[in-house]
């Protein structure tokens, strides 16, 4: 069963408006939220995170919000680039020392001209 | 720092036989991570290392694979005997800590593996 869960496959969305990326989780006891992006032929990139005492966290063009209550988190990419265009996975993990990052399967985003 | 480095960049190798793949890590840092992508699945975890110590191979999908971290810069990942299944891209990850609010971890370019 899958703790953290992209629905959306796939995204496109046009250069210059607002991208926005959703994740869902099932485990109340993750405390730790990252987002990595993902460009064809190379590794996953760490790109923002959140921790669970906040509900929003900025940077730059990049804000993740965090809702705990309904165990849901989103990235939003404003305006959105023509380099946004990669998968983007959503992760997720606990508080201990050694608890291991849990990633969802990813969203493609496309940008368009 | 030249970053994780991984290798073969991409191997194609016919059912049964054996696969090796490497990993440099980041000087430096504590932990490091298996990790196989494939569409189905998405990333998923196989096994890690903490100090060159397995933590949790719970990932691992079965007995034909293996892992080890003889020391601090180099582990393998070996699939001995490989299936068409095992097919997939194969990330290794570094990190320096995996504790609380330090969970960013470093991919190499990864491994794509193909077994026909």
């Known amino acids: 069963d899958q703790q953290v869960k992209q629905n959306s496959p796939s995204l496109s969305v046009q250069e210059g408006r607002i991208s926005i990326l959703n994740c869902d989780y099932t485990?109340?006891?993750?405390?730790?939220f990252l987002w990595y992006k993902k460009y064809p032929a190379e590794g996953p990139t760490f790109l923002i995170s959140?921790?669970?005492?906040?509900d929003k966290n900025e940077d730059g063009r990049f804000t993740v919000f965090l809702n705990k209550s309904a165990k849901h988190l989103s990235l939003h990419i404003v305006p959105s680039q023509p380099g946004d265009s990669a998968v983007y996975f959503c992760?997720?993990?606990?508080?201990?020392?050694?608890?291991?990052?849990?990633f969802g399967k990813g969203t493609r985003l496309h940008i368009l001209p | 720092d030249a970053g994780v480095i991984q290798s073969p960049r991409h191997e194609v190798t016919e059912m049964g036989q054996e696969v090796t793949l490497r990993c440099k890590p980041i000087?430096?840092?504590?932990?490091l991570f298996w990790y196989r992508q494939t569409m189905m699945r998405g990333l998923e975890l196989l096994i890690y290392?903490?100090?060159?110590?397995?933590?949790?191979d719970s990932g691992m999908p079965e007995d034909r694979f293996s892992a080890k971290m003889p020391n601090a810069s180099f582990s393998t990942l070996k699939i001995q005997p490989s299936e068409p299944r095992d097919s997939a891209v194969y990330f290794c990850?570094?990190?320096?800590?995996?504790?609380?609010?330090?969970?960013?971890?470093?991919f190499g370019p990864g491994t794509r593996l193909t077994v026909t």
């Open positions: 990850a570094s990190s320096f800590l995996a504790g609380a609010g330090s969970y960013e971890q470093y």
């Open positions: 485990n109340s006891m993750f405390d730790y």
């Open positions: 959140i921790s669970s005492i906040k």
């Open positions: 992760a997720a993990s606990g508080e201990n020392r050694d608890d291991k990052i849990i």
């Open positions: 000087s430096g840092h504590d932990y």
């Open positions: 290392f903490n100090n060159n110590v397995p933590i949790d």
